[in-house]
């Protein structure tokens, strides 16, 4: 009774602990702007990718148009999230596991977001 009492508490913290891909993007070149949108369909048509994974895109320009879906996208007005996470170059990924990073590479391609999870 006691361990099942306790295995109920910590299932909030373990569903908190969900791996996180942050990704940067210049939205003024159309090839990123086109991974962008491909990666946010790939969340968008699967469920499974989209709850095992936290995905945050950070667009370096300024006047490109918002869009929503599966992930969080934010335009990082005064670089200050590139000057957080300081990608080498742009599109970069970032993978994290319980807030530890443990990938950084250059996208190429929006099935390296499987390379966050355990695989897709």
Known sequence: ??????????????????????????????????????????????????????????????????????LHYARDRGGKSVSQYRPAVLPFLICFDDQKEKLRLKLEQKEQLCLCTQGC
């Open 1 to 70: 009774m006691g361990r099942y009492f306790w295995g109920i508490l910590a299932l909030p913290f373990a569903l908190l602990a969900q791996p996180k891909a942050v990704i940067f993007i210049d939205s003024a070149d159309p090839g990123q702007a086109v991974l962008a949108e491909s990666i946010n369909e790939m969340l968008f048509y699967s469920p499974t990718l989209r709850s095992l994974l936290a995905v945050d895109i950070f667009d370096i320009n300024v006047a490109a148009p918002g869009f929503g879906g599966g």
